[in-house]
């Protein structure tokens, strides 16, 4: 990881050192900013994100933090003695920093397997219904004849586009969440 105050990441924030502390923070998991500014903050993770095209991650507690964790992919805010600025701001809120390693680890592998499920299903649906009606246009002659009631189909957007994804969303966890935390390999291995 790499380590940055305020004085430092003002000068590494001009032009002619941008690409080098690039490079740097290329060969980091994580860089931590202390003591900056809300606007240094703020201007290191556009730079990151425009530069790099990486996901960011902004994690504050303050209203110090509000503008890193707007520009930010994702912003965490923590719930604190600084009041709730911060996670009025962000996209998720966690009351203690120790809470963001079972956010992302847990809950973010488990939301990225429900969503690329839930897509898969969508598609599974739509193919399903359109495969139906294509069979039906050679049984009627191609006249255009509609092939069910509104009502039907209504129903059938209804009971297969909701119901199941609520209930599969709300239900399925493909890997304990005790494993996860054990095995923090998994969330890069679901993507």
Same mark, same amino acid.
């Given at each position: ?18 690409? %080098? ?27 990151? $994100? ?63 397997? $429900? ?36 009502? %039907? ?25 005790? %494993? ?12």
């Amino acid at each position: 990881g790499l380590v940055i105050d305020g004085r430092t990441l003002e000068h590494v924030l001009h032009d002619s050192l941008q690409n %080098i502390f690039l490079e740097l923070t290329e060969k980091c998991r994580a860089v931590v900013c202390c003591q900056a500014t809300p606007l240094q903050k703020s201007v290191l993770v556009k730079l990151v $994100r425009s530069k790099l095209k990486a996901m960011t991650l902004a994690v504050g507690d303050g209203a110090n933090d509000v503008s890193m964790i707007q520009v930010a992919d994702t912003g965490v805010g923590i719930s604190g003695q600084e009041g709730m600025q911060a996670v009025m701001a962000s996209d998720f809120a966690i009351s203690q920093f120790k809470h963001l390693r079972k956010l992302l680890l847990v809950h973010g592998h488990w939301c990225y397997t $429900r969503l690329t499920n839930m897509v898969l299903y969508y598609f599974y649906k739509n193919v399903t219904y359109v495969n139906l009606l294509f069979w039906y246009q050679f049984f009627c002659g191609f006249s255009g004849t509609s092939m069910t009631d509104y009502w %039907i189909l209504i129903l059938f957007n209804l009971l297969f586009t909701s119901v199941p994804p609520i209930i599969y969303g709300v239900l399925d966890k493909d890997v304990s969440a005790e %494993i996860l935390m054990e095995l923090p390999q998994l969330y890069t291995m679901s993507q």
